[in-house]
């Protein structure tokens, strides 16, 4: 049994709605150090903000990339990443083009990871492959994309799509990589059990707007 301090380690404690304020991204980030989360997951119009009030604290700034479609250009994409490090961002959570995967336009999908990759520097950078689109097939190949173009993370789903993470896609993932990357699970990560499920099944990092229902070993009905 995991302890729920072991657990609140693996969490970027997240808010990624579309009408999310600046009260709520500071309430964020305050209930990210209170319970000493591992970084907070926003957009990047909310990146210095969360600098800001993270300053002083262990907790990160992660901010969503081309999220959360995927299907902007690649330079755009390298762009935002490296405008969300200017402001103070550590942790890049991208979003590959799910189309050009799926029509086996694999050098493109990798020179999309490895332009945001470069746009990071020395921050770490999350894949995310929005796990619920692909098949097993697929789902390994973009896994080895994103080791090719030396990403930190892979990452299961944005959580606005058609589904989220699941024991198996974690453990596929981990399967493919290895030790080489980490593997973040995210989308319906709501309860404690299933927190404890993700990371048994090779999760490093567990994306979720229910980290505090989950170190409270509680379930939340939270949007990501």
């Given at each position: 049994?995991?302890?729920?301090?072991?657990?609140?380690?693996?969490?970027?404690?997240?808010?990624?709605?579309?009408?999310?304020?600046?009260?709520?991204?500071?309430?964020?980030?305050?209930?990210?150090?209170?319970?000493?989360?591992?970084?907070?997951?926003?957009?990047?119009?909310?990146?210095?903000?969360?600098?800001?009030?993270?300053?002083?604290?262990?907790?990160?700034?992660?901010?969503?990339?081309?999220?959360?479609?995927?299907?902007?250009?690649?330079?755009?994409?390298?762009?935002e990443?490296?405008?969300?490090i200017?402001?103070?961002?550590?942790?890049?959570?991208?979003?590959?083009?799910?189309?050009?995967?799926?029509?086996?336009?694999?050098?493109?999908?990798?020179k999309?990871?490895?332009?945001?990759?470069?746009?990071c520097?020395?921050?770490?950078?999350?894949?995310?492959?929005?796990?619920?689109?692909?098949?097993?097939?697929?789902?390994?190949?973009?896994?080895?994309?994103?080791?090719?173009?030396?990403?930190?993370?892979?990452?299961?789903?944005?959580?606005?799509?058609?589904?989220g993470?699941?024991?198996?896609?974690?453990?596929?993932?981990?399967?493919?990589v290895?030790?080489?990357?980490?593997?973040k699970?995210?989308?319906?990560?709501?309860?404690?059990?299933?927190?404890?499920?993700?990371?048994?099944s090779?999760?490093?990092?567990?994306?979720?707007?229910?980290?505090?229902?989950?170190?409270?070993?509680?379930?939340?009905?939270?949007?990501?």
């Open positions: 049994m995991m302890k729920t301090e072991e657990i609140a380690k693996y969490i970027d404690h997240t808010l990624l709605a579309s009408n999310a304020t600046e009260d709520k991204i500071i309430q964020l980030c305050s209930e990210a150090v209170e319970h000493s989360f591992a970084s907070v997951c926003v957009n990047s119009c909310w990146t210095s903000v969360c600098a800001r009030q993270l300053k002083n604290s262990d907790v990160s700034v992660c901010t969503v990339v081309g999220f959360p479609l995927g299907a902007m250009k690649s330079e755009s994409k390298a762009f990443a490296a405008q969300a200017a402001d103070g961002a550590d942790e890049i959570d991208m979003v590959i083009n799910v189309g050009l995967l799926k029509q086996g336009r694999l050098d493109a999908v990798e999309d990871i490895a332009l945001v990759k470069e746009a520097k020395d921050k770490l950078l999350k894949v995310i492959i929005e796990t619920c689109l692909l098949s097993d097939e697929e789902k390994e190949t973009a896994c080895r994309l994103a080791m090719n173009a030396k990403a930190d993370f892979v990452k299961t789903s944005t959580g606005f799509s058609t589904g993470a699941t024991e198996k896609d974690v453990a596929l993932m981990r399967s493919v290895k030790d080489a990357l980490g593997v699970a995210s989308g319906g990560v709501r309860s404690y059990e299933t927190a404890v499920a993700m990371i048994s090779g999760a490093t990092r567990l994306g979720t707007s229910s980290g505090i229902a989950i170190v409270q070993g509680a379930s939340s009905d939270g949007a990501y």
